[in-house]
């Protein structure tokens, strides 16, 4: 979960993140390259005038400053095309979940269990405990299982939505009459918070996600109480 010290992206729990946090820190380096030669240059340029003799009608120097950005950009783009397609690969879901939108909550659906579908609400912060999470927490979290590869539909009921989490590598809006997928494996057990990324009304910073990830043997347990409840 994100705090107010956190100055750079949250820690993985999936290896989607983990691959997204890579490229980040790949990306990151090469602009700080840039900037240091750049800076450089510019600098140079500032206490030393006589450098501009050997910019004015250099051949050697446009082909260096034409070359060298085209070669930064393919090590930018290859990974990143990587990514692209790594994100949008909808591998065998053991597991389908799906959320649906609404001003301002969201609802789960368990469309692989009979009559699992419950609504999830921010628990206020008069109503809370010394346990929780303000405008993070909500009254019936989406339970799913830890090493699982899980499948995501997102809709909404009303207006445009976004069901995020940013420890999970997971953003996909939630149109309303479109079904949009995701998926995921979660590889550690925890709580991972999120919230509505669309500006969808009054609300909007009201509606958080909060999956939980336990072990198998819990889920099936939590599913089985679910269904005699």
């Known amino acids: 979960m994100a705090t107010w010290a956190n100055l750079s992206l949250q820690d993985s729990a999936s290896p989607l993140m983990e691959q997204l946090t890579f490229f980040h820190d790949h990306a990151m380096l090469i602009l700080i390259m840039i900037t240091a030669l750049v800076s450089y240059l510019l600098s140079t340029l500032f206490f030393n ?108 009921a009303d207006v445009l939505h976004s069901w995020t989490i940013p420890s999970l590598g997971v953003k996909i809006d939630a149109t309303p009459g479109r079904l949009n997928q995701t998926s995921f494996l979660l590889n550690r057990p925890g709580l991972f918070f999120g919230q509505c990324s669309e500006i969808c009304g009054a609300n909007h910073s009201f509606m958080p996600i909060v999956v939980e990830s336990v072990p198998i043997n819990t889920f099936i347990s939590w599913v089985t109480s679910l269904n005699e409840a």
């Open 49 to 156: 005038l006589n450098i501009n003799r050997y910019l004015l009608e250099g051949q050697m120097i446009e082909i260096i400053w034409t070359i060298l950005p085209a070669i930064t950009l393919i090590f930018i783009a290859l990974p990143s095309l990587r990514l692209l397609y790594l994100l949008d690969e909808i591998n065998d879901p053991a597991i389908t979940l799906k959320a649906i939108g609404h001003q301002w909550y969201w609802s789960y659906e368990y469309s692989d269990f009979l009559q699992i579908e419950f609504d999830s609400y921010m628990i206020p912060y008069n109503e809370m405990g010394p346990e929780g999470f303000r405008l993070l927490d909500v009254d019936n979290r989406a339970v799913m299982p830890m090493n699982t590869q899980i499948r995501v539909l997102v809709t909404a």
